[in-house]
């Protein structure tokens, strides 16, 4: 008597693969949980900055120090940090709906979603590129101005390097993604990806209050 072995290897095939991150039933996938040990260490590095930043304001008896507060991009350009702000929540919004979309099996949707998140994150990093050279070569305001611009350039630059990092794992997920490697129940990467996201979000709003906003209200130097 035979068995036919050869219609149920395929099917047996998929359900490994679709259960991939479901193997430790019970537990939080090893790779999901060392992004998000990863985002608790970049939570404390950007807290560390922060800190650093607010030190300056109160010791200082004038902050930002006197001649830098023209140089507030809040101030003299009100509408890119703000441009900048709607791209980033925007993207975040889409990365939200691509992980929606795979957790529910639409391979097709989830692909959509991170092609827009990728185009608004290298969005981003065009407006912050222009930012920094309208303060550079239009107001002489590097990071070699006073404990103002190294801590501006300090917390921006950071923060842009963390997008440019997102932005490579956005591209790789959606390489992935159109290679047909994700499913309802394979997907860890994609959740990894969204989590960091986010971060990466929320730190450009508390940096945008912080840097731009405070500074504009409180006046700057008299």
């Known amino acids: 008597m035979t068995t036919n072995t050869g219609a149920l290897e395929p099917q047996m095939a998929e359900e490994e693969i679709d259960s991939g991150h479901d193997a430790q039933r019970g537990g939080m996938d090893p790779a999901l949980l060392g992004m998000m040990l990863f985002i608790a260490s970049e939570v404390m590095f950007f807290a560390a900055l922060f800190a650093a930043y607010f030190n300056a304001s109160a010791t200082l008896p004038v902050f930002p120090p006197e001649g830098t507060e023209e140089f507030i ?51 981003f990093l065009v407006l912050w590129a222009s930012d920094y050279a309208i303060l550079i070569t239009e107001d002489d305001f590097g990071i070699d101005s006073g404990v103002y611009g190294t801590l501006f350039y300090t917390l921006t630059g950071f923060h842009g390097a ?25 997907h860890v990467a994609v959740e990894a990806v969204h989590y960091y996201w986010h971060f990466v979000d929320v730190v450009w709003i508390l940096l945008v209050t912080v840097i731009y906003i405070l500074p504009m209200l409180g006046g700057g130097a008299e």
Do not use: E, W
């Open 162 to 186: 963390h997008v440019i990092g997102g932005v490579i794992g956005l591209a790789v997920i959606l390489s992935r993604g159109i290679a047909g490697q994700f499913s309802a129940r394979h």
């Open 73 to 123: 991009n809040l101030l003299k350009f009100p509408f890119l940090p703000l441009i900048m702000t709607a791209v980033l929540l925007t993207s975040s919004v889409t990365m939200q709906v691509a992980t929606m979309r795979i957790r529910r099996g639409d391979r097709r949707g989830m692909n959509r979603a991170i092609a827009v998140t990728l185009a608004l994150g290298a969005f």
